[in-house]
């Protein structure tokens, strides 16, 4: 006999550790399946699901059976070597080309029942099942097919070999000295088909029309092309395709492909080999799905980043400077003297008049010129604001005109950024909501570009390295997510500037006290202004009239010295204060985020965990 070692005997206990080990992943394989549907071109998941229903059905049927096709070009030999293994003529060998035009089968039975059922899928005609012409105890429990030629004229002949090396658990391929190296056979078959090594036998046949020392030769340039179509061979102990070369016409070699047949059927482990050579072929195609460049998920950083552009697209910053500003004139007013709130009070009832007027002369217009409209969505971003921030009421609230303003400035100056960063972060397309331009007569909106750029980038940082698929289901999700985030902004800055109009809740007892201080002071300043006009008309006496100074100078230098001393004292709290509605403000924008985009993301991330968990199993990483 001419080739190399035989078939390599594995423990009748590989059968069911095999068995154990293919049961998990063909389980995740279904779970990855379903879990993918939403993702997942069907295209994509068919070839998974074709593996599933194959392996459903094989374990349906007898386990005691092993089925080998016999598969091979026109003139190969392979139905003079079914002939030969069977020990008499069941199939119709001769010069005729092609002779095998439908699927013969050579039961050994070995007294094991189920070998009809296998018989009937793969569809073995009843005329064309035979029995060997001796019992052959050490070939018990095999199903031998004679498949019709790979290379047949006849395209269903060709049809008829496909389905069937789909459902075989092994296979024979007879080549000839003639046709070892056929491009059709190499290119269609046996390089697609080298993950199945393990189930794969590979033999010359017609040896005896070599002279010589050809035969190792040509054996020799065979193992080179299988190698070369990556095709493990079974050599040094180790697991691969079987090699041998022998002559179907004189019997030389077939008794070892007897013996190497005998031991493969005995394991009892083809048809889980086959499987598991199925679930690592689906598996290897499906990478690209699944399979992620390096680590996945939005980072602290990028988390933050999303927070401070939100709270950049509501003006955190501007309204914590101006609910410090705010806090100042509230320490002012409390604190000052009673000629500075009287000037307040002036000042406050001429807003309102101006207000009044421009209301009843301006129509529709005139509230624009009033109120201050913060930075606008769209094409009317970044407009500014018409006038300063209002003075503080007679009444003693405070309007948030200074609020609006900074949001306004701010706003300038977040569109000009985002003007010019925009097609840098514009490579992550996110779906967003088209909103107005103006929405509400006071102008209130949060800065859309800021919010599209916030949303993008994030998204884009979270579908970083991910799969193709993956990562448009993540920036869908952003997407999603995104749509109605520029009003819950509003939303929440709106909120807090309705919480800021009034002033801070708590008033700090030392302005009680000041105000004390600056009533005494401005009592000082009466009575001494009366003894000077009582001085002057004789009502006392004239050189008395220093007693009347003094009060005077007191009240008149100290109201204005107290009023500085408060307001150096109040920048203190004033600046904790505004920090305080900054901080309130941020944490209301990062929370709408957090559940309109961040959460979404998060929740895609996980599915996709989950789902990568399920092909690691699969793929019996």
């Avoid at 139905?79 to 119709?92: K, V």
């Avoid at 080999?273 to 598996?283: E, I, M, S």
């Avoid at 005109?401 to 900074?406: A, K, L, P, Q």
Wanted: charged fraction near 25%.
């Amino acid at each position: 006999m001419v080739g190399g070692p035989g078939y390599k005997w594995v423990p009748g206990e590989a059968r069911r550790a095999a068995e154990v080990g293919l049961r998990p992943r063909l389980e995740a394989l279904r779970e990855l399946i379903a879990l993918s549907r939403s993702r997942l071109d069907g295209a994509v998941l068919d070839e998974a699901g074709h593996v599933l229903e194959a392996a459903d059905e094989r374990y349906r049927l007898s386990g005691e059976h092993t089925v080998v096709a016999l598969a091979g070009a026109t003139g190969s030999g392979k139905s003079s070597l079914f002939n030969a293994l069977a020990g008499a003529p069941r199939s119709e060998a001769g010069a005729r080309r092609p002779t095998t035009g439908e699927p013969v089968a050579c039961v050994w039975s070995g007294g094991r029942p189920g070998a009809e059922g296998l018989l009937r899928r793969l569809g073995v005609p009843v005329h064309r099942r035979h029995t060997p012409a001796q019992g052959s105890p050490e070939l018990a429990g095999l199903v031998l097919l004679d498949l019709p030629d790979h290379d047949s004229s006849a395209v269903a002949n060709r049809e008829q070999v496909d389905r069937l090396l789909k459902l075989v658990d092994a296979v024979i391929w007879v080549v000839d000295p003639e046709k070892y190296a056929d491009a059709v056979l190499h290119e269609r078959y046996l390089r697609p088909l080298a993950g199945y090594a393990e189930v794969t036998f590979v033999v010359l046949n017609q040896v005896d029309r070599l002279p010589g020392d050809a035969a190792d030769q040509v054996v020799d340039d065979l193992r080179r092309l299988l190698d070369e179509d990556g095709l493990a061979l079974g050599e040094h102990g180790e697991p691969g395709a079987t090699v041998l070369a022998l002559s179907a016409a004189t019997g030389e070699g077939v008794v070892e492909l007897r013996e190497a047949l005998g031991q493969f059927v005995a394991e009892r482990g083809a048809a889980d080999r086959r499987l598991t050579a199925d679930v690592d072929t689906a598996a290897e195609r499906l990478r690209t799905a699944y399979v992620a460049d390096g680590r996945v998920g939005l980072t602290e950083r990028a988390r933050e980043e999303f927070d401070d552009r939100l709270a950049e697209a509501v003006g955190a910053a501007a309204i914590g400077r101006a609910a410090e500003r705010d806090w100042l004139r509230h320490a002012a007013r409390a604190c000052g003297s009673p000629w500075s709130r009287l000037r307040s009070r002036r000042k406050a009832r001429r807003a309102r008049r101006r207000g009044a007027t421009a209301m009843t002369g301006g129509g529709g217009h005139g509230a624009a010129a009033v109120r201050i409209a913060a930075p606008r969505t769209g094409s009317g971003a970044g407009n500014g604001a018409e006038a300063e921030g209002a003075e503080p009421t007679g009444s003693g609230s405070v309007r948030s005109g200074s609020v609006r303003s900074e949001r306004a400035r701010s706003g300038r100056a977040r569109s000009r950024r985002t003007r010019s960063g925009g097609a840098a972060a514009g490579t992550v397309p996110v779906r967003v909501v088209a909103l107005g331009s103006v929405r509400g007569e006071d102008g209130r909106a949060a800065a859309r570009p800021v919010v599209e750029q916030a949303v993008r980038t994030v998204a884009g940082q979270a579908a970083l390295g991910l799969p193709m698929p993956w990562a448009q289901a993540v920036r869908e999700a952003a997407g999603r997510g995104a749509e109605g985030l520029p009003e819950a902004l509003d939303t929440v800055a709106a909120e807090a500037e309705e919480a800021l109009r009034h002033g801070p809740d708590a008033k700090p007892r030392w302005w009680t006290v000041a105000a004390a201080v600056q009533g005494l002071l401005f009592v000082l300043q009466v009575v001494g202004v009366l003894w000077l006009l009582g001085a002057v008309t004789g009502v006392t006496d004239a050189t008395e009239w220093f007693s009347g100074v003094l009060p005077v100078v007191v009240g008149s230098v100290g109201g204005p010295v107290l009023t500085w001393l408060c307001g150096m004292v109040a920048r203190g709290p004033a600046r904790r204060y505004g920090q305080e509605a900054e901080r309130r403000l941020r944490g209301a924008a990062a929370g709408c985020g957090r559940a309109r985009v961040l959460e979404p993301l998060a929740a895609e991330l996980l599915r996709y965990r989950e789902v990568r968990e399920r092909y690691a199993v699969a793929s019996g990483v």
